[in-house]
Nanobody
Framework: QVQLQESGPGLVKASQTLSLTCTVSGVSITTNSHYWNWIRQPPGKGLEWIGY???????YYSPSFESRTSISRDTSKNQFTLQLSSVTSEDTAVYYC???????????????WGQGTQVTVSS
């Protein structure tokens, strides 16, 4: 019943900000002990955890992304968002949102995923 769906532009210019939204259905994003993650997979590479926002609204980011990443939420719409600034071609990837129930998303442990959305950074 829990479903997540990413949305946002598929093409972003270099140096601009990548903005994506994850729409959640079937459960409130404010439900206790839920963590809402952003993950990406560059072409030909493995998954990279970006960060999460938990049910309280607190955020935590991978050190690799913290300086230019912001995760926020809109509880009225049951959505959470990703903003990744100063993008380069290295940020081209399939971006996923996903839930975990124990704060271990940074270890790749999720119970629900969105389908993913391709984002390409143009030179």
């Amino acid at each position: 019943q829990v479903q997540l769906q990413e949305s946002g532009p598929g093409l972003v210019k270099a140096s601009q900000t990548l903005s994506l939204t994850c729409t959640v259905s079937g459960v409130s994003i404010t439900t206790n002990s839920h963590y809402w993650n952003w993950i990406r997979q560059p072409p030909g590479k493995g998954l990279e955890w970006i960060g999460y926002i938990e049910s309280s609204g607190s955020t935590y980011y991978s050190p690799s992304f913290e300086s230019r990443t912001s995760i926020s939420r809109d509880t009225s719409k049951n959505q959470f968002t990703l903003q990744l600034s100063s993008v380069t071609s290295e940020d081209t990837a399939v971006y996923y949102c996903a839930r975990d129930g124990d704060g271990l998303g940074y270890r790749g442990e999720y119970d629900f995923w969105g389908q993913g959305t391709q984002v390409t950074v143009s030179s």
